[in-house]
């Protein structure tokens, strides 16, 4: 993780179910956004990890995955930077 953000998150949207997760179990999905931006993946396996680097400096989306209280919280930014999603993996 690096102290910069590492690119733009555009306009950010949450699902219902992430708001409604995130506020049942105290989960700051602000500090979620801000490891995503700088670089902190969560539970991402290697070749994932990789695509996100590689997205930094290609138009690729980004990936992040965090496990919070047993479920696994998404934040996808499109790889054009318009729009950062934050949902939880069953939303998908």
């Given at each position: 993780m690096t102290r910069h953000r590492l690119f733009a998150l555009g306009?950010?949207?949450a699902t219902a179910n992430v708001l409604t997760y995130a506020n049942q179990h105290g989960l700051d999905l602000l500090k979620?956004?801000?490891r995503h931006q700088h670089g902190d993946w969560g539970d991402l396996c290697d070749e994932d990890k990789a695509s996100n680097e590689a997205a930094l400096t290609q138009p690729l989306r980004i990936l992040s995955s965090y496990l919070e209280h047993g479920e696994k919280v998404w934040i996808i930014t499109e790889a054009d930077r318009s729009m950062t999603t934050i949902l939880l993996a069953?939303?998908?």
């Open positions: 306009e950010i949207v979620l956004l801000n069953q939303d998908y």
